[in-house]
Nanobody
Framework: QVQLVESGGNLVQPGGSLRLSCTAS????????MGWYRQAPGKQRELVAT???????NYAESVKGRFTISRDNAKYTVYLQMTSLKPEDTALYYC?????????WGKGTLVTVSS
């Protein structure tokens, strides 16, 4: 069993910054790929960013240049540094971990970008 706990979601003004964290625990026997997804009101859940065990990153076009995903393998933690936030970034952000082909999800942390 794998548990993911996200933190860092908040209300922030347009142009502001926020850092999300996600820590994994449980039956993890390797360094898994991890990532962030989000679901905004009225929209489908979408990929935000992923990072492999070796540090290879992938970003959605909408966040390239503004968001940075990173990880600390010793802590089984993944981060999402978000800058230049826009109202359209408002969403529930979910942490994801893929272990041997199975996806595990956190409960989500809410990011609201508004004046």
């Amino acid at each position: 069993q794998v548990q993911l706990v996200e933190s860092g979601g908040n209300l922030v003004q347009p142009g502001g910054s926020l850092r999300l964290s996600c820590t994994a625990s449980g039956s993890i026997y390797t360094i898994p790929a991890m990532g962030w997804y989000r679901q905004a009101p009225g929209k489908q859940r979408e990929l935000v960013a992923t990072i492999s065990s070796g540090g290879r990153t992938n970003y959605a076009e909408s966040v390239k240049g503004r968001f940075t995903i990173s990880r600390d393998n010793a802590k089984y933690t993944v981060y999402l540094q978000m800058t230049s936030l826009k109202p359209e970034d408002t969403a529930l952000y979910y942490c994801n971990l893929n272990l041997f082909g199975m996806d595990y999800w956190g409960k989500g942390t809410l990011v609201t970008v508004s004046s």
